[in-house]
């Protein structure tokens, strides 16, 4: 039969068969497992299993190592060791090593000498599209600016001028 205590006692109950449970847990679990016969079956098959488990650690033995050390041994001494290179970066690093504004201020170069090695030579990267001209004209007081886009074919024209009217046919005085 199955009650709420159940509920509370079977996270317990291998705790209890290990001897962890201590005072007030350790009491409440050893009266329940005297009622109730499903948390008592649980509780066994714990203590069967723990005593499994100490029986199979027991029965392994520490491997044989005599015959391992003496075969390390003589190939160390068989072999010449063989010669660590440095990186080829290592030389350069280590004046800097243990120098932190050196450090520092060498990793900046680093990253400006890279940066402006990357950074596009030509003006015509930063130029845009669009280009424009001052037309200057005989009449002092007009101007003329022309924009022109030669992707899309699009040419702008103003023309700037003074108050006076403007005359198509070049007759204003």
């Known amino acids: ?56 650690a027991t029965a392994t033995s520490e491997p044989a190592w005599d015959g391992f050390w003496p075969a390390v041994h003589a190939r ?4 010449d060791p063989k010669p660590l290179r440095e990186s080829w970066w290592l030389p350069y690093w280590k004046p800097v090593w243990g120098h932190p504004r050196l450090a520092f201020g ?24 669009v280009t424009v001209q001052d037309v200057t004209t005989e009449d002092a007081d007009r101007s003329v600016m022309v924009y022109s886009n030669r992707k899309e074919g699009v040419t702008v ?13 070049g007759d204003a005085p």
């Open 76 to 79: 160390i001494l068989r072999e």
């Open 157 to 169: 024209i103003w023309v700037f001028g003074s108050n006076q009217g403007y005359d198509p046919e």
């Open 1 to 56: 039969m199955r009650s709420f205590l159940c509920l509370w006692v079977r996270p317990r109950v291998e705790r209890g068969a290990d001897g962890a449970l201590e005072g007030q847990a350790a009491r409440i679990v050893a009266a329940h497992l005297g009622r109730c016969a499903e948390c008592q079956a649980i509780r066994d098959r714990a203590v069967t299993l723990k005593a499994l488990i100490r029986q199979a």
């Open 106 to 129: 060498s990793a900046l170069l680093a990253v400006l000498i890279v940066g402006f090695s990357l950074w596009p030579a030509d003006d015509a990267a930063f130029a845009s599209s």
